[in-house]
């Protein structure tokens, strides 16, 4: 496979510009991967390369250096306000940055949104709140500050759900969010493997949690 690129921009609009960094793959993309985090989930594009991976775009979101800070921006429950400002900027001014200057415009389903620990607390906020927009979220070892609700609204995405046994905690959050999604009536998948909580074992699942977003 032929190596992609990466193009980092600051886009203002949110907290004085926040960088965006995207990898672009040299074949037409037939995948797209919204992510928190960007500075660092952005540049597994190099990780889908290696094992011959979907073309996919994946266009990561810097989060902030200040923790308290990027927690507020991930989870609705810590700082609704910063969190709604953030969503915009996310939902509205990233996706239409991707689509007037790169070109990038590809279907919901197609479309993922995709987070681990805090970032999986934002990517099923976005999911949920968002399902014509982001048509499956993927989300690793969700942190337990934003839970789901007693009634979810519909429709909802497709959902693929990921943590280790050696992380109870977070093992224990997705399985609220699983059994919650399908009392909903959600299309979930569960992928739970021996690891503890960490970057590497996200980083090493998500080949295939790529592979799952291509509709059959």
């Not at 923790?67 to 400002?85: C, G, I, K, Q």
């Amino acid at each position: 496979m032929t190596a992609g690129t990466f193009l980092t921009e600051t886009l203002p609009g949110y907290d004085g510009g926040r960088q965006v960094t995207v990898y672009v793959p040299a074949d037409p993309p037939r995948l797209v991967v919204f992510a928190g985090d960007g500075q660092t989930i952005s540049r597994w594009g190099s990780v889908l390369e290696t094992v011959g991976a979907l073309s996919t775009v994946i266009v990561g979101v810097h989060g902030s250096d200040d923790e308290s800070l990027r927690l507020s921006e991930y989870s609705p429950v810590f700082d609704a306000d910063r969190f709604a400002a953030h969503e915009e900027f996310f939902v509205n001014d990233v996706r239409g940055w991707l689509s007037s200057h790169l070109g990038v415009a590809i279907p919901a389903a197609r479309t993922a949104v995709f987070g681990y620990s805090a970032g999986a607390e934002l990517a099923l906020a976005l999911g949920i709140r968002h399902p014509e927009i982001f048509g499956a979220v993927i989300a690793g070892s969700p942190g337990g500050g934003y839970k789901p609700k007693d009634v979810l609204p519909e429709p909802l995405p497709r959902f693929y759900l990921f943590a280790g046994t050696l992380e109870p905690f977070f093992q224990e959050n997705m399985t609220r969010w699983a059994d919650a999604l399908r009392d909903s009536g959600a299309d979930v998948t569960i992928n739970e493997r021996e690891l503890a909580h960490g970057a590497h074992a996200w980083r090493a699942e998500f080949p295939c949690m790529v592979s799952w977003m291509l509709p059959e």
